[in-house]
């Protein structure tokens, strides 16, 4: 049990343009959704929270405006980064915590390069 | 502010040999602590968590853990390291009362000498 998912695994888009990355809990619900970013040879790093039905908090430093967090149902959460650029190229995981849990569970993880 | 620190970036021991991985932390609040390991391009797995009870937790393949508060540290031990072994592992703390937000250590690279 307890089997998060990312879509896709890997992207290459071009400069200026916008991605989307999904998140799903396959077997529970999310109550709450992590977004981490890892850069080549560093550890990870939360980009925001996000609770189902409600805004995400976002981390000091990161720009709402350009990693959009959408988690409208208790299965999905979709992370769009818009007008991306090569310094967004990273890997980008989610993980999920079930209402009542203190665990969380991480998806496998989505490399965007951006050329 | 709440950290974890990993001091050994690398390490490198022997195939059999004993393995020790140090992790520290700095919290505000009683920490739930995990460790995961990394594989290259992938994801994390997790090894193993404490959060509460006995000081001693034992994990998936053969790790094992202690958690001492009086050194806010969670060591990762085995006993006998095998070559799929190599991987970087993390050391990470949560709490309730910061919403579950895991903070990480910076990795450390194990690397098994054959």
């Known amino acids: 049990g307890a089997v998060v998912s990312q879509h896709p695994s890997r992207v290459i888009c071009k400069s200026g343009t916008s991605v989307k990355i999904e998140c799903r809990s396959l077997d529970f619900q999310a109550t709450t959704m992590f977004w981490y970013r890892q850069f080549p040879k560093q550890s990870l790093m939360l980009m925001a929270t996000?609770?189902?039905?409600?805004?995400?908090?976002?981390e000091q430093g990161v720009e709402k405006d350009k990693f959009l967090i959408n988690h409208a149902s208790l299965t999905l959460s979709t992370l769009t980064v818009t007008s991306a650029h090569p310094e967004d190229s990273s890997f980008y995981i989610c993980?999920?915590?079930?209402?009542?849990?203190?665990?969380?569970?991480f998806g496998p993880g989505t490399r965007l390069t951006v050329t | 502010a709440q950290s974890v620190t990993q001091p050994d970036i690398h390490i490198t021991v022997s195939e059999g040999a004993s393995l020790e991985l140090r992790c520290n932390y700095s919290?505000?609040?009683?920490?739930?602590l995990f460790w995961y390991v990394q594989s290259p391009g992938q994801g994390l797995q997790l090894l193993l968590k404490y959060f509460s009870g006995d000081t001693l937790v034992q994990g998936i393949k053969g790790f094992e853990a202690e958690f001492k508060r009086s050194q806010s540290s969670f060591n990762l031990r085995k006993p006998s390291v095998h070559w799929s072994d190599a991987a970087e592992y993390f050391c990470a703390v949560g709490a309730k009362e910061y919403g579950n937000k895991l903070v990480f250590g910076a990795g450390t690279i194990l690397r098994v000498k054959s």
């Open positions: 993980s999920a915590r079930e209402g009542g849990v203190d665990e969380q569970y």
């Open positions: 919290y505000g609040a009683t920490p739930y």
């Open positions: 996000s609770n189902e039905g409600s805004k995400a908090t976002y």
